[in-house]
């Protein structure tokens, strides 16, 4: 069965702190994404990655960033967290070819005050 | 630029009745198309897909959807809605140039009353 975790189900940071968020995959999938989801916006990209230490911006990407050291491994970190990132975070992975499909995570819910 | 307009943030029917949820598309290329569904607390998980093959395509759970080139839309269907249906649904669309990113709608909410 295909799987996608989080390191984190619930999250709560202050203002100014940096937090990390991991994704791990165990399919072996070379693209992950981290999207961010808000009501009534649906789901925005952040940043993805098509590959092991490659990555590249999405649509909202001011405030992350990203890292891909390992193929199963992709992490977002918030450099320094701002209340307007209190969001649900979801990761997501899939094989290169894009007609496959994205397996997600059960994301990670942050509240930053 | 591709797009996606989920038509009704919320969408109510009763137990045993048709679900219908809307989905238009906007692509420059031939598109792929996704239906996810995500359940309270959960992440996402695909209830069906279209990849140029049959345009009528059926998925999980007994839902189904067909592709509508004159009209960009990809609606998805279920003849008779279950209390367990209740759920937030996005559709979304790929295949345009570059990485080919999956771009969603903005959701619709299915309330299932008994």
């Known amino acids: 069965d295909v799987k996608v975790t989080q390191s984190s189900r619930y999250l709560v940071k202050r203002t100014g702190e940096k937090v990390f968020l991991e994704c791990v995959q165990d399919?072996?999938?070379?693209?992950m994404f981290w999207y961010r989801q808000d009501p009534g916006l649906g789901l925005r990209l952040i940043y993805f990655?098509?590959?092991?230490?490659?990555?590249e911006k999405g649509d909202i990407p001011e405030g992350y960033s990203v890292s891909r050291e390992k193929k199963e491994r992709f992490s977002l970190i918030l450099e320094s967290a701002s209340t307007n990132q209190t969001s649900m975070y979801l990761c997501?992975?899939?094989?290169?070819?894009?007609?496959?499909?994205?397996?997600f995570g059960p994301g990670t819910r942050l509240l930053v005050l | 630029a591709q797009s996606v307009t989920q038509l009704g943030s919320h969408v109510s029917v009763s137990e045993g009745a048709l679900v219908l949820l809307r989905c238009n598309y906007s692509?420059?290329?031939?598109?792929?198309l996704f239906w996810y569904v995500q359940y309270p607390n959960q992440g996402l998980q695909l209830l069906l897909k279209y990849t140029s093959a049959a345009t009528l395509v059926k998925g999980i759970n007994g839902f189904e959807a067909e592709f509508k080139k004159s009209e960009t839309s990809f609606h998805l269907t279920k003849p008779s809605a279950h209390m367990s249906d209740a759920a937030e649904y996005f559709c979304?669309?790929?295949?345009?140039?570059?990485?080919?990113?999956?771009?969603f709608g903005t959701g619709t909410r299915l309330l299932v009353s008994p």
């Open positions: 692509s420059s290329v031939p598109p792929y």
């Open positions: 997501a992975s899939r094989n290169r070819n894009h007609q496959e499909t994205q397996y």
């Open positions: 979304a669309v790929s295949g345009d140039t570059g990485f080919q990113k999956l771009v």
């Open positions: 990655s098509y590959d092991v230490k490659m990555k």
């Open positions: 399919m072996d999938h070379e693209n």
